[in-house]
T-cell receptor, first 112, second 112 residues
């Protein structure tokens, strides 16, 4: 079953603008991860934030986590056409050593 | 490190036929996962192996589905008596520990 819900479902912005995607979840988590998927391809891991962390950066990516609200956001700064993809959040469960629970994703389109 | 590989990349079969997919994880990754993904959705967990032991199966994995990981290396996922509802992308991932998962390119199954 899917527990993450990404918002918005789709986002279209101009190249150079910032893109923000949100993820909400339902249960207690050990960590939250963001992945990117180009059309018809496999998923690529972007960044992981643990439940005791509030913010993490990786290059042009910034992730925040609010465990009290059970939500996370992914910010991509200075977007590029190559950032066009679907972005998924996945939560590592507290009561599981292996299972990631995934959202339905946000489809991001960067217009040149 | 050649990444996770999956074979075949595409499979078209007729309803009622059996199909088998193969996944070769990153060497020395003892954890291996199978997911199913349909269009516009996030991956759905199917099953998990730690070394050769299958530790968890989703209720999505009906009796027609079976997975193996002999010797804790490559894994196979077999679907017997395929149905049109089995049409999806089947993703394999591996990881050295609990957190980040590394995905293969997927096998796209079309059941006619």
């Amino acid at each position: 079953s899917q527990q993450g819900e990404e918002d918005p479902q789709a986002l279209s912005i101009q190249e150079g603008e910032n893109a923000t995607m949100n993820c909400s979840y339902k249960t207690s988590i050990n960590n939250l991860q963001w992945y990117r998927q180009n059309s018809g391809r496999g998923l690529v891991h972007l960044i992981l934030i643990r439940s005791n962390e509030r913010e993490k950066h990786s290059g042009r990516l910034r992730v925040t986590l609010d465990t009290s609200k059970k939500s996370s956001s992914l910010l991509i700064t200075a977007s590029r056409a190559a950032d066009t993809a679907s972005y998924f959040c996945a939560t590592g469960q507290m009561d599981s050593n292996y299972q990631l629970i995934w959202g339905a994703g946000t489809k991001l389109i960067i217009k040149p | 490190d050649t990444g996770v590989s999956q074979d075949p990349r595409h499979k078209i079969t007729k309803r009622g036929q059996n199909v088998t997919f193969r996944c070769d994880p990153i060497s020395e990754h003892n954890r291996l996962y199978w997911y199913r993904q349909t269009l516009g959705q996030g991956p759905e967990f199917l099953t998990y192996f730690q070394n050769e032991a299958q530790l968890e199966k989703s209720r999505l994995l009906s009796d027609r589905f079976s997975a193996e990981r002999p010797k804790g290396s490559f894994s196979t996922l077999e679907i017997q008596r395929t149905e049109q509802g089995d049409s999806a992308m089947y993703l394999c991932a591996s990881s050295p520990q609990r957190d980040t998962q590394y995905f293969g390119p997927g096998t796209r199954l079309t059941v006619l």
